[in-house]
């Protein structure tokens, strides 16, 4: 069929009124309307993904919000950032930014900050109502400045897992600058706990509980995810067969 990738993104509608004398055409025809129904499914699966997860009311928090995963990475370094204070502390933005950036946590604490109250869902099927405060992503990205090619973001934490492995995950960019997308260093109007990733944890609100990667050290910008870990994008995508695209 003659009818291109971006005539259909162009939308049905546009393409009829051009194309009069070829809709004219049964087949041809045919194809218009499964392409206005491509239209429509692609707008809803874009409004899908930009859409925000549902906020709650202070009153359904939950009264703890569990630790799943590791609860303290014990490492030495760890410790020592730990011990003061998290003062030496530092989010490293790094990979193909303009920018790369190395930021204190009294430097996050200044730049603009988002509240919600939100669900966690963890596969391991328990979920928990939190109130998350922190930096939306897309101010600490925009500040850095990515390059062209970027298309995954991808953030290593302090805690290894097993056999010295880190934990490590990864977003897309519609997630990445995704309104509820924010680095989160207060939950329940509390400094983030170390069971629950201090000093500085992702919420990525539209994907299930792993995704939302605690300890945070480094946020990288990538082209692709071929060279991190064992090239799934994260930690249980590449050790249990866990799906990369967890969205709920
Ligand atoms: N660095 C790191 N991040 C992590 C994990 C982990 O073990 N290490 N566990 C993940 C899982 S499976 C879940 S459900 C949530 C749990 O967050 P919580 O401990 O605040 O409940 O963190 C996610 N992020
Ligand atoms: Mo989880």
Redesign the pocket.
């Known amino acids: 069929m003659i009818i291109t990738r971006r005539a259909l993104l162009i939308g049905a509608g546009a393409t009829l009124a051009g194309c009069d004398r070829l809709a004219r055409n049964d087949l041809v025809r045919e194809a218009l309307f499964s392409s206005e129904n491509f239209h429509k499914w692609a707008q809803r699966r874009l409004l899908a993904r930009d859409a925000l997860a549902h906020e709650f009311r202070a009153d359904q928090i939950s009264p703890v919000?569990?630790?799943?995963?590791?609860?303290n990475p014990n490492t030495d370094a760890y410790k020592m950032l730990w011990r003061g204070g998290f003062a030496d502390w530092r989010l490293r933005v790094s990979g193909m930014v303009a920018r790369p950036l190395s930021l204190s946590l009294p430097q996050l604490h200044a730049l603009p900050h988002r509240e919600q109250i939100t669900r966690?869902d963890?596969?391991?099927g328990w979920s928990?109502i939190g109130k998350w405060r922190g930096v939306p992503l897309k101010r600490v990205l925009d500040a850095a400045g990515l390059r062209d090619r970027v298309r995954y973001i991808v953030f290593r934490?302090?805690?290894h897992?097993g056999d010295g492995r880190p934990?490590y995950?990864s977003i897309d960019l519609t997630d990445a600058f995704h309104p509820q997308t924010i680095l989160a260093f207060a939950l329940n109007d509390r400094p983030l706990s170390v069971?629950?990733?201090a000093p500085l944890?992702l919420r990525v609100e539209r994907q299930l509980?792993?995704k939302?990667?605690?300890?945070l050290m480094e946020i990288s910008a990538v082209e692709s995810l071929a060279g991190i870990g064992k090239g799934k994008g994260g930690f249980?995508e590449d050790h249990a067969g866990y799906d990369w695209y967890a969205g709920i």
Do not use: I, L, S
């Open positions: 919000f569990r630790a799943n995963g590791t609860a966690h963890c596969v391991e928990a934490c302090a805690d897992m934990y995950e069971a629950n990733g944890r509980g792993y939302h990667a605690k300890y249980w």
